[in-house]
């Protein structure tokens, strides 16, 4: 009996050094989105860099640059006068006794058309801060998650070269089945060109130069397409950029 267990706990190790072999034998391989061109037809795919597409995902950090990005957002200038700063005589509006009204004294009390606030908004600063380090991790850990998602794919350069006609794009978008998600373009550089005159008109789609990505815009779009033009220049900006 004691044989038998044994035989079986080396089995289990060994099926879990195979499988951990295997894990890192697909880590270990290079990563590739596919790319499409207008007809809806897929081309060779295109590789992408591991330090943006195979990074490590952190659920709460993502959750974190959220509410600090829409908290940053806020304003903050709603402001109310108090009966201090009103501008009104501080005359007693009328005698202290025989009228038979309430006891008041100045004009700018909150209880007269044109008085003070009680307790209104004042201005205020909502500013939240999120360190480069974890900025850097929460826009990789979103771009590997919608890759690992199968949500991030490319277009051939030709693209832009296409006739500036909304029902083109719109066109390919159901070829995709694309039609009822949100859309991100990444553009090399937002200029006006043929797909950019095509696209900014579908309702579903936004556009937006690959410097100019963020973590807010890459996670809350149903899909992700790359112009073949941006993928490079997204690498060079932000690994180059977040070097130190």
Do not use: C, W
Request: glycine share 6%.
């Amino acid at each position: 009996m004691v044989q038998e267990k044994k035989s079986k706990t080396t089995g289990l190790a060994k099926s879990t050094k195979e499988k951990k072999s295997v894990q890192r034998k697909s880590t270990a391989g290079t990563l590739e989105i596919p790319i499409y061109e207008l007809t809806g037809i897929k081309k060779t795919p295109v590789k992408v860099s591991k330090d943006i597409f195979g990074k490590n995902v952190s659920e709460k950090l993502l959750a974190q640059y959220v509410r600090v990005y829409l908290t940053n957002q806020r304003q903050g200038t709603a402001s109310t006068k108090t009966r201090a700063d009103v501008v009104a005589s501080k005359r007693k509006i009328y005698r202290q006794k025989g009228t038979g009204r309430a006891r008041h004294g100045a004009r700018s009390a909150p209880i007269f058309v044109g008085g003070g606030v009680a307790f209104g908004p004042k201005s205020k600063t909502f500013s939240l801060r999120l360190n480069k380090k974890q900025k850097r991790a929460a826009f990789f850990g979103a771009l590997t998650k919608a890759f690992e998602q199968s949500n991030v794919l490319g277009l051939t350069d030709e693209m832009i070269n296409i006739k500036p006609k909304t029902k083109t794009v719109v066109t390919f978008l159901k070829k995709l089945n694309f039609e009822e998600k949100q859309v991100l373009l990444v553009l090399p550089k937002l200029e006006k060109n043929n797909l950019t005159l095509a696209s900014r008109n579908v309702p579903n789609l936004e556009i937006v130069d690959a410097r100019s990505l963020n973590t807010f815009l890459v996670l809350r779009q149903d899909k992700i397409i790359f112009l073949k033009n941006a993928l490079p220049i997204l690498e060079k900006h932000f690994l180059k950029h977040h070097e130190n």
